[in-house]
Structures are given as structure tokens and as C-alpha cells.
């Protein structure tokens, strides 16, 4: 087999590429030239998907208000969760940011993931 030239991905039509050249190497044997070039490969491509396509960092409001419209819930019933109707309203306003028991309780009670509630400049 031979092995993909190795080096940063820089353009679509690299990227494409890299990606075929995982697709032929996903049954590479541990600890083969192979495997190793398919290791670094989805370095380089998961470089590359950073920074062509960054992620915006979650809103953990949006993320409550999303879980609330999956259940069929609304505001109100977040105040045995977070305390009372006006610190829902503040949090649900962004003049309130959520406590790490309060994270935890819409984590147990509504199944939110903490990584959804928790923005990574905390």
C-alpha cells in the first residue's frame, strides 16, 4: 500500500483527499507504518476542521431552551431546578450565569450535558 504524502492541510481539495486517504487506511494493523500514517492523517484533519470550520462555544441558555422545548416544559417549570421565578428570569435573560449546583441539578433533573452548560472561558 502505499502511504499518503503527510502534510498540513491547507485547501479543500487537500482535505478531500486526506479524507479518502483515511477511508483507505481505517483497517491499518496497530503499530504499522500504515497505522501510523493514518494516526497523523486525522491529526492533520482535525486541524484542518478547527480552523475551516471553529465551532461556536455553546450557550448554556440555549441549551436549556432547547431541552425545555424537547420535554414539552417551559420557563416556569425550571424553579424547582434554579430557585425562584426571578432568578430563572435572570438566567434565562443572560443576567445570571448558572452556579456550579445549578449546573448540576439541570444535569440530574433534565439531562442536559454539563459540557453544553459549562462555556470553556469559565
Known amino acids: 500500500m502505499k502511504m499518503p ?5 491547507t485547501s479543500e481539495k487537500d482535505y478531500r483527499r486526506s479524507l479518502k486517504a483515511i477511508e483507505d487506511l481505517w ?5 504499522s507504518e500504515a497505522h501510523d500514517s493514518l494516526e497523523v ?11 475551516a470550520f471553529p465551532m461556536e ?17 417551559e420557563s416556569k417549570d ?12 435572570e438566567i434565562m435573560n443572560h443576567k445570571r450565569g448558572l452556579t456550579l449546583e445549578m449546573i448540576r441539578k439541570l444535569f ?5 450535558p454539563m459540557e453544553a452548560l459549562i462555556p470553556r472561558h469559565a
Do not use: H, M, N, T
Not at 483497517?27 to 503499530?31: E, I, L
Not at 492523517?41 to 480552523?51: G, M, Q, T
Not at 424553579?79 to 428570569?89: A, D, H, K, N
Open 108 to 112: 440530574d433533573e433534565l439531562q442536559i
Open 27 to 31: 483497517d491499518a494493523k496497530p503499530g
Open 41 to 51: 492523517l486525522a491529526l492533520l484533519v482535525d486541524d484542518y476542521e478547527k480552523r
Open 78 to 89: 425550571l424553579v424547582p431546578i434554579l430557585g425562584s421565578r426571578s432568578r430563572v428570569s
Open 5 to 9: 504524502k503527510l502534510k498540513v492541510i
Open 57 to 73: 462555544e455553546p450557550d448554556p441558555v440555549a441549551a436549556i431552551r432547547f431541552r425545555l422545548e424537547q420535554a414539552g416544559l
